[in-house]
């Protein structure tokens, strides 16, 4: 079971997929308190309850580009509080950055294939929920390419970088120095570097802050 049973309203115009993923969130012991199948649709239900978790696709009807990326940008601007995990097939540029340009966690995106591990898919919504923000690895690599060399990233050393964008994909120190079979002490190290390199507010969540500004460029 959860640490928590999270209300969510869910946006995907595939019936088959949007079925699926709604038996999955139950399982887990979730609320799927709508199921919608377009962007309009998705505004409309959250501004009339706002519930805990919007999870949505990013092409939707009726144009089937950026529809769902643009709802959930709204709703961030709007509903700041609202957890806001993307499903896509793909790398959406347009909206994205509006969508993280906030101060607060509380946001994912999600390659769709993530979706089929299952345990993966289920841990990542969580930490969304909790004010995280987990982004796919494909992502944070396309993400990495487009990178500003003039941007606040270009104080950080490579490895710095490094463990910054495992922070990204939602890793624990513990998880980040396995990966890069080095000491979790050599890890708060390099994080403590990068908060301070970022030179963030300490009123804030580093981690998360830290992240943003990863994923902004």
């Known amino acids: 079971m959860p640490t928590r049973r999270l209300s969510i309203v869910l946006a995907e115009d595939s019936l088959l997929l949007r079925e699926g993923l709604a038996s999955i969130l139950d399982r887990a012991g979730h609320e799927v308190r709508d199921a ?36 959930a940008a709204a709703i961030r601007a709007e509903l700041p509080a609202i957890g806001i995990l993307v499903l896509s097939q793909y790398v959406a540029d347009a909206y994205l950055s509006s969508l993280l340009e ?5 946001i994912g995106y999600l390659l769709k294939d993530r979706v089929g591990h299952v345990t993966e898919f289920l841990e990542s919504l969580d930490r969304v929920a909790d004010g995280g923000t987990v982004v796919d690895p494909e992502v944070v ?9 003039d941007g606040p990233l270009s104080a950080l050393t490579p490895r710095e970088l490094e463990v910054l964008a495992l922070m990204a994909e939602g890793r624990v120190n513990g998880s980040i120095a396995e990966h890069l079979v080095v000491s979790e002490a050599a890890v708060r190290k390099h994080v403590g570097n990068i908060f301070a390199k970022l030179r963030l507010d300490e009123g804030l969540d580093r981690r998360v802050s830290a992240v943003l500004t990863y994923l902004r460029g």
């Open 36 to 71: 919608v199948g377009d962007g309009d649709a998705l505004l409309a239900v959250v501004r009339k309850n706002p519930p805990d978790m919007v999870i949505t696709d990013v092409r939707m009807p009726p144009g089937h580009s950026d529809e769902g990326l643009r709802a």
């Open 102 to 106: 906030t101060t607060t966690g509380g």
């Open 141 to 149: 690599r396309q993400l990495l390419a487009r990178r500003r060399n």
